[in-house]
């Protein structure tokens, strides 16, 4: 029947008798989605090379960024206390200002008296080393008022770039935020 749907297949002989030749161009077209994949392969890696060497080539630039890390724990979650220091001391190293604001337990971090020789995890920095880097850096330390008086701070008893902080003060610091990390 040659009706419109009707396909005639003819074959070279050189090429052998017809299931031959079939066998070989499944295996010239195996042979060609399999370099087509090898070249989809390599130009994903590269590409993946380049953008990591592109991303540790570029500097994040925080400078104007304004960012409260907000502490509510001390030596009840040395863990949280830790982070927060240490992202505080992240967000300086992109240049960004930042203030670290203390309520809770957290009060007890600024607090003169307290001379934070805890580490966390092994090879770990102290928490001193951690909170001189940050007020070194320009870190300015804001302790809750109520807070404060509930834990018997004042300001005399402060470490440095450390102060209690007024209601307004609080309130521009929070209004100003770009952004708010919270430990």
């Avoid at 005639?8 to 370099?35: C, H, N, V």
């Avoid at 060497?53 to 009840?76: I, M, P, R, Y």
């Avoid at 102060?163 to 100003?176: D, F, H, N, V």
């Amino acid at each position: 029947w040659k009706g419109p749907y009707h396909v005639t297949l003819e074959f070279d002989t050189a090429w052998g008798p017809p299931t031959e030749a079939i066998k070989r161009l499944k295996m010239s077209y195996a042979k060609q989605i399999f370099r087509v994949g090898l070249l989809g392969v390599s130009v994903v890696i590269a590409s993946i090379g380049s953008s990591a060497n592109a991303e540790e080539a570029s500097k994040v630039d925080g400078s104007g960024q304004k960012v409260v890390v907000h502490l509510s724990h001390f030596t009840d979650d040395l863990h949280r206390c830790f982070m927060a220091v240490k992202v505080a001391n992240l967000m300086q190293d992109y240049d960004a200002e930042v203030t670290l604001f203390v309520d809770l337990e957290g009060v007890r971090i600024a607090e003169r008296k307290q001379e934070l020789k805890f580490n966390w995890g092994p090879d770990s920095p102290t928490l001193a080393e951690l909170y001189e880097k940050f007020a070194a850096g320009g870190g300015k330390v804001l302790v809750c008022p109520h807070c404060a008086k509930s834990a018997h701070v004042t300001d005399p008893g402060l470490k440095r770039n450390a102060q209690i902080a007024t209601l307004p003060m609080l309130g521009k610091m929070l209004i100003e935020a770009d952004k708010v990390m919270d430990y």
